[in-house]
C-alpha cells in the first residue's frame, strides 16, 4: 500500500519539480542575458528556498488554529492592505508592494490565504434555519469581500479582486446555502453587466462621468485585446519559436515584463515550442492530482481550502496563457511556479504545506 501511495505522489512530485526547474532556468536567461533582470535568478532561488523551508515547518504546525484564528490574519492582512497604499512603492503604475530590502512584500498575494481561511471557515460552520439567516451570512460575506476588493482596487491590482471574488462564489456554491441566490445573482449581474457594455459601447460621455476618467481608462485598456509591443512580440516569440531550443546565450525576441506576465512566451525563446508543452502538460497532471486530492480530506473547512486553491491555481494558469498568446487582457496574473515573485511562490507554498497538512483527520484535531 505504501508504495502504491509514493507512486501516486509522483504525480505531484515530478510535473511540481519539472515547474520549479524551468523557472529556474527562465530566470537564469533574464538575469544573465538581459541587463533589466540581474537579481531575478538568485531571488527566485531564494523564493523557492524559502516556500520549501514553509512548508516542511507547516508539517509541524496544528493547523485547527489558523481556521479558527483566520479573523485576526484577515483583519491583519486589511491593515497591511491601508499600510501599502501609504508607504507602498511603485512599480509600473501599482503601488501594490512594501520595500523590504532585498524584496518586495506584496499584501494583495497573502491576503488569499486569509480570506480563503476565513471563508472557509465561516462557510464549513455557519448552519441556516430560516431565509433570513442566509441574507444575514450573504450581506456579512458581502462585507469581508468587498473591503478587500476595495483596496486593493486603490492600488490598482485587478487580478487580486477576481480571485477574491471566484473563491467567494467557489466556497459559497460547495456550502450549505441555498443555490436560489445563485440565481439572484446572476441576474443582478447580467443586468449590471448588460448595462455597463451598453454605456461603453453607445454612451462613453455618460459613463466616463458616473466612473470618471481614470477608471474609464483602466476599463478601455481592458478591451485593448492584441495592442501593444508585450503582447505583440510575445506572439512573435511564441508563433517563430522552434520546436526544441535550449537557448541561454541568445535574448531572442524582447519581451518587456517577460519574467513575470509573460513567462509562458519566454518559454519559447528560451526552450522552444516544446518547453511550452512540457509547461501545459505539468499543469494538466498537478490539476488532476490536486482535484482528486479532496478525497483524501475530511474535514470541511479544509475540503473548502483546497477548492480555493484550486481556484487560484487553475484560473491563474489559464488567464496567463490566455494573456500570452493575446485572448485576454492583460491584468498582471503570474504563471504559478514559473513566474518571478516572491510573494505570489510564498503563497504557494503556503497553500500546498496547508492542504498536505489537512490530509489526516488527527492533523488538525
Same mark, same amino acid.
Given at each position: 500500500?505504501?508504495?502504491?501511495?509514493?507512486? &501516486?505522489?509522483?504525480?505531484?512530485?515530478?510535473?511540481?519539480?519539472?515547474?520549479?526547474?524551468?523557472?529556474?532556468?527562465?530566470?537564469?536567461? $533574464?538575469?544573465?542575458?538581459?541587463?533589466?533582470?540581474?537579481?531575478?535568478?538568485?531571488? *527566485?532561488?531564494?523564493?523557492?528556498?524559502?516556500? @520549501?523551508?514553509?512548508?516542511? %515547518? !507547516?508539517? /509541524?504546525?496544528?493547523?485547527?488554529?489558523?481556521?479558527?484564528?483566520?479573523?485576526?490574519?484577515?483583519?491583519?492582512? %486589511?491593515?497591511?492592505?491601508?499600510?501599502?497604499?501609504?508607504?507602498?512603492?511603485?512599480?509600473?503604475?501599482?503601488?501594490?508592494?512594501?520595500?523590504?530590502?532585498?524584496?518586495?512584500?506584496?499584501?494583495?498575494?497573502?491576503? &488569499?490565504?486569509?480570506?480563503?481561511?476565513?471563508?472557509?471557515?465561516?462557510?464549513?460552520?455557519?448552519?441556516?434555519?430560516?431565509?433570513?439567516?442566509?441574507?444575514?451570512?450573504?450581506?456579512?460575506?458581502?462585507?469581508? @469581500?468587498?473591503?478587500?476588493?476595495?483596496?486593493?482596487?486603490?492600488?490598482?491590482?485587478?487580478?487580486?479582486?477576481?480571485?477574491?471574488?471566484?473563491?467567494?462564489?467557489?466556497?459559497?456554491?460547495?456550502?450549505? !446555502?441555498?443555490?436560489?441566490?445563485?440565481?439572484? /445573482?446572476?441576474?443582478?449581474?447580467?443586468?449590471?453587466?448588460?448595462?455597463?457594455?451598453?454605456?461603453?459601447?453607445? *454612451?462613453?460621455?455618460?459613463?466616463?462621468?458616473?466612473?470618471?476618467?481614470? @477608471?474609464?481608462?483602466?476599463?478601455?485598456?481592458?478591451?485593448?485585446?492584441?495592442?501593444?509591443?508585450?503582447?505583440?512580440?510575445?506572439?512573435? $516569440?511564441?508563433?517563430?519559436?522552434?520546436?526544441? *531550443?535550449?537557448?541561454?546565450?541568445?535574448?531572442?525576441?524582447? !519581451?518587456?515584463?517577460?519574467?513575470?506576465?509573460?513567462?509562458?512566451?519566454?518559454?519559447?525563446?528560451?526552450?522552444?515550442?516544446?518547453?511550452?508543452?512540457?509547461?501545459?502538460?505539468?499543469?494538466?497532471?498537478?490539476?488532476?492530482?490536486?482535484?482528486?486530492?479532496? &478525497?483524501?480530506?475530511?474535514?470541511?473547512?479544509?475540503?473548502?481550502?483546497?477548492?480555493?486553491?484550486?481556484?487560484?491555481?487553475?484560473?491563474?494558469?489559464?488567464?496567463?496563457?490566455?494573456?500570452?498568446?493575446?485572448?485576454?487582457?492583460?491584468?498582471?496574473?503570474?504563471?504559478? @511556479?514559473?513566474?518571478?515573485?516572491?510573494?505570489?511562490?510564498?503563497?504557494?507554498?503556503?497553500?500546498?504545506?496547508?492542504?498536505?497538512?489537512?490530509?489526516?483527520?488527527?492533523?488538525?484535531?
Amino acid at each position: 500500500m505504501e508504495k502504491k501511495i509514493n507512486l &501516486k505522489n509522483l504525480f505531484f512530485i515530478i510535473p511540481f519539480l519539472i515547474l520549479i526547474s524551468i523557472s529556474l532556468v527562465l530566470m537564469y536567461h $533574464a538575469a544573465f542575458i538581459s541587463n533589466v533582470y540581474q537579481n531575478h535568478f538568485e531571488k *527566485q532561488i531564494t523564493w523557492f528556498a524559502i516556500g @520549501f523551508i514553509i512548508f516542511f %515547518l !507547516i508539517k /509541524f504546525f496544528p493547523i485547527k488554529y489558523l481556521f479558527k484564528y483566520s479573523l485576526f490574519l484577515y483583519i491583519f492582512n %486589511l491593515l497591511m492592505l491601508v499600510l501599502v497604499l501609504f508607504i507602498g512603492k511603485d512599480i509600473n503604475g501599482a503601488k501594490a508592494w512594501i520595500d523590504l530590502h532585498y524584496f518586495n512584500f506584496q499584501p494583495s498575494e497573502f491576503m &488569499k490565504i486569509s480570506y480563503s481561511l476565513y471563508l472557509a471557515y465561516l462557510c464549513s460552520k455557519k448552519k441556516f434555519y430560516k431565509w433570513f439567516d442566509e441574507i444575514k451570512f450573504l450581506l456579512y460575506i458581502f462585507l469581508i @469581500f468587498t473591503i478587500p476588493a476595495i483596496l486593493v482596487f486603490l492600488e490598482p491590482d485587478t487580478g487580486a479582486i477576481l480571485f477574491y471574488f471566484m473563491i467567494t462564489l467557489v466556497l459559497l456554491w460547495n456550502s450549505k !446555502i441555498h443555490k436560489r441566490w445563485f440565481l439572484i /445573482f446572476g441576474i443582478l449581474v447580467s443586468l449590471l453587466i448588460g448595462g455597463f457594455f451598453y454605456l461603453y459601447f453607445w *454612451q462613453k460621455d455618460i459613463l466616463i462621468n458616473l466612473i470618471g476618467t481614470t @477608471f474609464f481608462y483602466r476599463v478601455e485598456r481592458l478591451f485593448s485585446l492584441g495592442n501593444g509591443m508585450q503582447i505583440e512580440n510575445a506572439l512573435i $516569440a511564441i508563433g517563430s519559436a522552434p520546436l526544441f *531550443q535550449f537557448s541561454l546565450t541568445k535574448t531572442g525576441i524582447y !519581451i518587456p515584463e517577460a519574467p513575470t506576465d509573460f513567462a509562458f512566451a519566454l518559454t519559447s525563446n528560451v526552450l522552444g515550442i516544446i518547453g511550452n508543452i512540457i509547461i501545459l502538460l505539468s499543469f494538466l497532471v498537478l490539476d488532476y492530482y490536486l482535484i482528486n486530492y479532496h &478525497k483524501k480530506i475530511t474535514k470541511k473547512e479544509c475540503k473548502l481550502f483546497l477548492y480555493s486553491f484550486l481556484t487560484i491555481f487553475i484560473i491563474s494558469q489559464i488567464i496567463n496563457i490566455s494573456m500570452n498568446i493575446g485572448i485576454f487582457p492583460i491584468i498582471g496574473i503570474p504563471l504559478p @511556479f514559473i513566474s518571478y515573485g516572491g510573494s505570489s511562490t510564498i503563497v504557494l507554498f503556503i497553500y500546498l504545506a496547508i492542504i498536505f497538512k489537512s490530509q489526516k483527520k488527527e492533523n488538525i484535531n
